[in-house]
């Protein structure tokens, strides 16, 4: 302190600066917070969007690969068809005559349990905790025989970062007179 009481001009600055710097700190730190806050909140959100247009893609994949089968026309016919799936897996069950897309997410497509008519595919969701297990299915039985690589088997897709190229070919009739489509990858 001088003569006149006053406390000493260096000492002053000295704390001035100092608790700037922990205001600083301390609002930083608020922010950083609300900010964590915020997409907390806001990234469940996003991801079930996501996930959503994810199972809409995937049921135009599906349309696509159902519209190639019914058109594909006479035996020896190719066609080729891009497949990109980004989340989930779609199955060619040629055991069955089926094909099945899976994936997990926390979007409820449909109501729990219950089995939607979209078109020739049917959509159900199976809930699961937190997680939904959400099926997309066509069944080809009825008329066509399905084939992996000229095979009575299961092939699975899943997730790549380049699209899958799905060749679909037209094999002519089976001994019960259902029309052989076989499905090849490369």
């Given at each position: 302190m001088n ?6 001009r ?8 100092g608790?700037?710097w ?10 950083f917070a ?14 079930e ?11 135009e994949?599906?349309?696509d690969i ?21 989340k989930?897996s779609?199955?060619?069950?040629s055991?069955n005559?089926?094909l ?8 409820m497509y449909?109501e729990?349990?219950?089995?939607i008519d ?7 969701t ?7 297990t ?6 080809f039985?009825?008329e066509y ?24 070919t037209?094999e002519?009739?089976s001994?019960?007179?259902?029309i ?6 490369e």
């Open positions: 003569k006149r009481g006053n406390l000493k260096g000492k002053f600055i000295g704390n001035y600066r608790q700037v922990v205001e600083t700190v301390i609002y930083l730190l608020i922010a609300m900010m964590g806050l915020v997409l907390s909140f806001i990234r469940p959100k996003i991801e969007l996501r996930d959503k247009a994810i199972i809409e893609q995937s049921l994949i599906m349309k159902d519209n190639l089968i019914v058109t594909i026309g006479s035996p020896g016919n190719k066609r080729l068809l891009e497949v990109g799936i980004r989930g779609l199955t060619i069950n055991e005559d089926t099945l897309f899976e994936m997990e997410s926390r979007y449909t729990p349990g219950q089995t979209i078109g020739n595919i049917q959509a159900i199976v809930a699961r905790g937190d997680v939904n959400i099926t997309l299915e066509r069944d039985s009825e025989n399905l084939t992996y690589k000229g095979e009575e088997t299961t092939k699975t897709l899943a997730k790549v970062s380049a699209p899958y190229s799905l060749y679909l037209n002519g009739r001994p019960s007179n259902k052989i489509i076989n499905f090849d990858t």
